[in-house]
């Protein structure tokens, strides 16, 4: 490993801060993947932004088709970290996702839990990349702790609205923004390169301001346990 990480942090808080997991030719290389799979997307590509507004979009699964994101699935520290802290000497690739946000963009991703869209028996492991420098007002942010409530909540569209994705019997995420003092809300400022593990079960979402002068890339990948 050549960072520091740390599997009782993981799970103790529900997530590790990895600074420095990609170097700058890994972000330059994956920003570039992200231009080249956008212009043949597939068929998991959508825009999350309304209409008329800076344009957030999205894939999924080109660690087939893309040979630099490939890569990053299968031979770069990504691969060790997820190992190290699943405890684990291999492990198993879900899915990978890249974001974009353009400059000036607005919708932010909402609050969810990772492990409601996914018919996986345990929780996994989900490490979110990001590709540019930014502050803490737009980076990820996370509910320390709030994988350890034994609670599930229902997922919700990826999308400018905060819908619930079809009938669920499962309870709503919770307003985190509208009630601050009951959830510790956890964000840091991130450079390029920088990473964060998260465990399936937590809460997070991306800040809501916006970044006017530049493209905001991030990448994530979800991992879980060989068996």
């Known amino acids: 490993m050549p960072v520091d990480a740390d599997a009782a942090d993981l799970e103790h808080d529900g997530f590790v801060v990895v600074r420095g997991l990609m170097d700058a030719d890994w972000c330059v290389r994956l920003c570039t993947a992200i231009e080249q799979t956008r212009s043949d997307p597939s068929p998991h590509y959508g825009v999350l932004s309304e209409p008329g507004t800076a344009r957030v979009d999205s894939d999924l699964f080109r660690w087939s088709d893309d040979p630099v994101i490939g890569a990053l699935t299968f031979a770069s520290p990504l691969v060790d970290l997820a190992a190290t802290l699943l405890a684990v000497s291999e492990v198993v690739l879900v899915e990978d996702q890249w974001f974009c946000s353009a400059p000036g963009a607005t919708t932010p991703s909402p609050w969810h839990q990772d492990g409601p869209y996914y018919h996986l028996d345990r929780p996994f492991l989900t490490v979110w990349i990001a590709l540019d420098d930014v502050d803490a007002s737009a980076a990820l942010r996370v509910v320390a702790g709030s994988h350890a409530t034994g609670t ?70 979800r991992w879980a346990h060989p068996d």
């Open 152 to 221: 599930t909540y229902a997922p919700v569209e990826f999308s400018a609205g905060d819908a619930t994705i079809g009938a669920s019997d499962l309870q709503p995420v919770p307003d985190v923004d509208g009630d601050p003092d009951r959830f510790d809300v956890v964000t840091t400022a991130f450079r390029a390169g920088d990473a964060v593990a998260l465990d399936s079960r937590l809460l997070h979402a991306t800040g809501p301001a916006r970044i006017v002068d530049r493209p905001f890339r991030r990448i994530s990948t």
